[in-house]
């Protein structure tokens, strides 16, 4: 089963930046594709950004234009860049990989991101 430990969290003022990592360990097919997903305090977990081994993304409407996942040469290493950080941004964020029918099976521990507005 893949692990997939997340570091880069932190406290950040509206407007910053913070770069989120994920470290995969597992199978080639277990992390085709990866994502970044996150929950904030009273809502659902929603998902934020996925890449696939071709390095194909897709975004959530909210952070368009502002995140951007990438994925290192060993393709076991995702990153999410999160730059013109807003209050809304607050959230637990979780990296997560072994997709079947679109959904996740394999989640990190969550890493907290707070903006200060």
């Known amino acids: 089963q893949v692990q997939l430990v997340e570091s880069g969290g932190g406290l950040v003022q509206a407007g910053g930046s913070l770069r989120l990592s994920c470290a995969a360990s597992g199978s080639i097919f277990s992390i085709n594709p990866m994502g970044w997903y996150r929950q904030a305090p009273g809502k659902q977990r929603e998902l934020v950004a996925t890449?696939?081994?071709?390095?194909?993304?897709n975004y959530a409407d909210s952070v368009k234009g502002r995140f951007t996942i990438s994925r290192d040469k060993s393709k076991k290493m995702v990153f999410l860049q999160m730059n013109s950080l807003k209050f809304e941004d607050t959230a637990v964020y979780y990296c997560a990989a072994e997709f079947r029918e679109g959904t996740p099976n394999a989640w990190g521990q969550g890493t907290q991101v707070t903006v200060s507005s």
């Open positions: 890449i696939t081994i071709s390095r194909s993304t």
